[in-house]
Nanobody, 124 residues
Framework: QVQLVESGGGLVQAGGSLRLSCAASGRAFSSYAMGWFRQAPGKERDFVAAITWSGGTTYYADPEKGRFTISRDNAKNTVYLQMNDLKPEDTAVYYC?????????????????WGQGTQVTVSS
């Protein structure tokens, strides 16, 4: 069992930056693949970024490539999402997710554990 708690959301102006954190409790965090998703009001939950258990491979949705960076610190049981050059369309609740496995995963149904989400609001 893994519990996930996101933090770092907030209100930022367009062009600004935020770093989200997702702290995991429970055993074997380093064996879990991790992902970030986001959900805007009235929309589906969309994939943002994913990282393998080792951190050796990352993958991003096209709109986030070059602006967002996912990373992890297995010693701290934490995964991060650095978000730069934020745009109003990035406004959403951001969720981290975890699952076992050696690959990265981009579909929400592939993940077993979810955090409660953190709100990111980007003003124009």
């Amino acid at each position: 069992q893994v519990q996930l708690v996101e933090s770092g959301g907030g209100l930022v102006q367009a062009g600004g930056s935020l770093r989200l954190s997702c702290a995991a409790s429970g055993r074997a965090f380093s064996s879990y693949a991790m992902g970030w998703f986001r959900q805007a009001p009235g929309k589906e939950r969309d994939f943002v970024a994913a990282i393998t258990w080792s951190g050796g491979t990352t993958y991003y949705a096209d709109p986030e490539k070059g602006r967002f960076t996912i990373s992890r610190d297995n010693a701290k049981n934490t995964v991060y999402l650095q978000m730069n050059d934020l745009k109003p369309e990035d406004t959403a609740v951001y969720y981290c997710a975890a699952r076992g496995g050696r690959m990265f995963y981009i579909k929400s149904y592939e993940y077993e554990y979810w955090g409660q989400g953190t709100q990111v609001t980007v003003s124009s």
